[in-house]
């Protein structure tokens, strides 16, 4: 059975980094597109960071270009989201996606990401 597990989630302050990380299990990791999408309170769900199946090719929405990385391990499958200098703006539940042949198959649950002071 195909699953997602975010984790990494927190409190955190403004200026200060978090690391997320999810580990699939279930499926072909190494084949898939992996994203990392988030969603605010009251607010749709929002495309954070892409990286292809190799690794090679990584791309961000314009609100974390420059202070978000994502990063694969196809060897232990899993992919993480290095997020720093964060802002309250970034407060949301951040979900893993898995995606293949243009759709996205497989969700994580989710882990809650809070910046405040």
């Known amino acids: 059975q195909a699953q997602l597990v975010e984790s990494g989630g927190g409190l955190v302050q403004p200026g200060g980094s978090l690391r997320l990380s999810c580990a699939a299990s279930?499926?072909?990791?190494?084949?898939?597109?992996m994203r990392w999408s988030r969603q605010a309170p009251g607010k749709e769900r929002e495309l954070v960071a892409t990286?292809?199946?190799?690794?090679?090719?990584?791309t961000y929405a314009d609100s974390v270009k420059g202070r978000f990385t994502i990063s694969r391990d196809n060897g232990k499958n899993t992919v993480s989201l290095q997020m720093n200098s964060l802002n309250p703006e970034d407060t949301a539940v951040y979900y893993c996606?898995?995606?293949?042949?243009?759709?996205?198959?497989?969700w994580g649950q989710g882990t809650q990401v809070t910046v405040s002071s």
């Open positions: 279930g499926f072909t990791f190494s084949s898939y597109i």
């Open positions: 990286i292809t199946s190799t690794g090679g090719t990584t």
């Open positions: 996606s898995a995606r293949r042949f243009g759709r996205t198959v497989y």
